[in-house]
């Protein structure tokens, strides 16, 4: 079915800016809202922020919230996560995900396609 493709990762120090590319095969993304989920060693998956499609419903984790910014270019098949101040506790493996149903949803069992993921490494 849909396949997303994270890109755009690496390592950097704290205070870098990274941003983060999520292509979807083909025109896959339809109407989907499109979300971001990160993953620390040793914890669970978290969210990120998300965006609808029309772009008109955009919400963040209040870790992240001042300092990444999501969008999406629907023309493209793409969404973007750009990452600046990044921090230590930045550090993970970075998921987009796409949702047929919501305009707006933080949990993972929501989505219903995932990318591979992308490695994010902070150093301080």
């Known amino acids: 079915q849909v396949q997303l493709v994270e890109s755009g990762g690496g390592l950097v120090q704290t205070g870098s800016s990274l941003r983060l590319s999520c292509a979807a095969s083909g025109r896959a993304f339809g109407t989907y809202t499109m979300g971001w989920f990160r993953q620390a060693p040793g914890k669970e998956r978290e969210f990120v922020g998300s965006?609808?499609?029309?772009?008109?419903?955009?919400h963040y984790a209040d870790s992240v919230k001042g300092r990444f910014t999501i969008s999406r270019d629907n023309a493209k098949n793409t969404v973007y996560l750009q990452m600046n101040n990044l921090k230590p506790g930045d550090t993970g493996v970075y998921y987009c995900?796409?949702?047929?149903?919501?305009?707006?949803?933080?949990?993972?069992?929501?989505?219903?396609?995932w990318g591979q993921g992308t490695q994010v490494t902070v150093s301080s």
């Open positions: 965006i609808s499609w029309a772009g008109d419903n955009i």
């Open positions: 995900a796409a949702d047929r149903y919501n305009l707006y949803s933080n949990y993972v069992g929501s989505y219903d396609y």
